[in-house]
């Protein structure tokens, strides 16, 4: 069992590389928090992969975070505070797992790279 991690970022924000990192940080971070900790240890053994792809807008990132929930991924849903380049509130990115690669795919395998 392959275990990875997957990060989806609203395309239409245009987010600066930086703040786009940031938010993916955010994102990866947040996820391993919410995720069961022997899941986390396996995955940290492997090499903790992590993909980064996007989704058109906030409606498209909804529904990825949806479907991640409604088969039973772990994700956390970034929403930024608003402090430098866009406004309080907007939400940036969803953090996938880290899980089962094949569970993981299900939802995110056919979303182009960012």
């Not at 940290?44 to 992590?50: H, L, N, Q, T």
């Not at 529904?63 to 907007?90: C, S």
């Amino acid at each position: 069992m392959v275990l990875k991690q997957v990060i989806v970022v609203r395309s239409d924000l245009k987010l600066p590389k930086g703040k786009m990192s940031a938010q993916c940080a955010h994102a990866a971070v947040e996820a391993v928090v919410r995720s069961e900790k022997d899941l986390v240890k396996k995955w940290r053994s492997e090499g903790s992969m992590k993909i980064v792809v996007k989704v058109d807008d906030l409606k498209e990132l909804y529904r990825i975070n949806q479907d991640a929930k409604d088969f039973g991924l772990v994700t956390a849903l970034i929403t930024d505070a608003g402090r430098t380049v866009i406004a309080p509130g907007t939400t940036t990115c969803v953090g996938i797992g880290p899980d089962e690669e094949e569970k993981i795919d299900s939802v995110t395998g056919k979303l182009g790279l960012m």
